[in-house]
């Protein structure tokens, strides 16, 4: 038995983990963010493949079963590839979960005009998950995708409040809307754009859905513990939870309390790759 892994490429998942603390409160947790590799979104689907193997792989070394890829990118470009490729050559039960099905699954329920729009970063817009998941479970509804690279280095330089700032959010959010006049939800599909909320909110016409990640996949994995018994009971429950980085622990710490809304203590981790 053993904690609940959350991977991330570096601090964007924490928002997802602090919805999943809030909805599973019960649980030990181990958080790994790959900071030391950042960013992931303009990265081949090769590397990042690499990358997140690796580092789930160190989250299993951990004692973790399950683990979630708190990370579009690395859910869109490794996911499929490591539920297919590596969990069947681990012992035991090893699962591995995403952010982009947890969020597609849903999505039928915001919209009125089967119109929706992404924001996402350049790796996940290039990958096509979105649209190709959506369509899965929504044939009928319309996917419009826009990608903001500036933003994850905005956010990550801490510059939320800037004039740049600003610009580059108006700017995407006018480039997604001209692809449809339709668009009734927009989904922010990236961990690091919930900082970036209220600027969004702001530039983004008010009968237009915003929607952020955290609170779906909560409910998602809180569901999935639910109809698999088998893994969940061999997570262990002792509200402990851990923090760890590829990079300086001390760095980390510093930024991570913005993204996950209270102090933490973190250690640093080896990776192989370079």
């Known amino acids: 038995m053993g904690p609940i892994g959350i991977f991330d490429s570096g601090y964007g998942g924490l928002t997802v983990f602090r919805e999943i603390i809030r909805k599973l409160p019960q649980y030990d947790y181990v958080y790994l963010g790959d900071n030391a590799r950042v960013p992931y979104g303009t990265r081949s689907f090769e590397t990042v493949y ?54 597609t699954e849903v999505i039928g329920r915001h919209t009125d005009t089967r119109h929706v729009g992404i924001l996402a970063t350049p790796g996940t817009v290039k990958s096509m998950s979105y649209p ?18 500036m933003w994850v280095p905005l956010v990550e330089n801490a510059e939320l409040d800037s004039p740049g700032t600003a610009y580059f959010v108006e ?49 998602s994995l809180a569901d999935y513990l639910t109809h698999h018994p088998e893994v969940e009971s061999l997570c262990t429950k002792g509200r402990q939870t851990r923090f760890y980085t590829t990079d300086n622990a001390t760095d980390f710490e510093e930024k991570a309390e913005r993204f996950y809304g209270q102090p933490i203590k973190a250690a640093k981790v080896k990776t192989l790759l370079t």
């Open 132 to 149: 190709i998941e959506i369509r899965k479970f929504y044939p009928d509804i319309a996917v419009f995708q826009q990608a903001c690279p």
């Open 50 to 103: 690499a990358y997140t193997r690796e580092c789930v792989e160190k989250l299993f070394e951990m004692d973790c079963h399950l683990v979630v890829l708190a990370c579009n990118t690395a859910s869109a470009k490794a996911l499929r590839t490591i539920q297919q490729r590596d969990l069947p050559k681990q012992p035991g039960v090893r699962k591995v979960l995403g952010v982009i099905r947890p969020t």
């Open 171 to 219: 700017r995407e959010i006018n480039l997604l809307l001209r692809q449809s006049t339709h668009i009734d939800t927009v989904v922010l599909a990236c961990t690091h754009y919930p900082l970036l909320y209220p600027l969004v909110r702001h530039f983004l016409p008010q009968h237009i859905r915003l929607l952020s990640q955290g609170e779906l996949v909560a409910d």
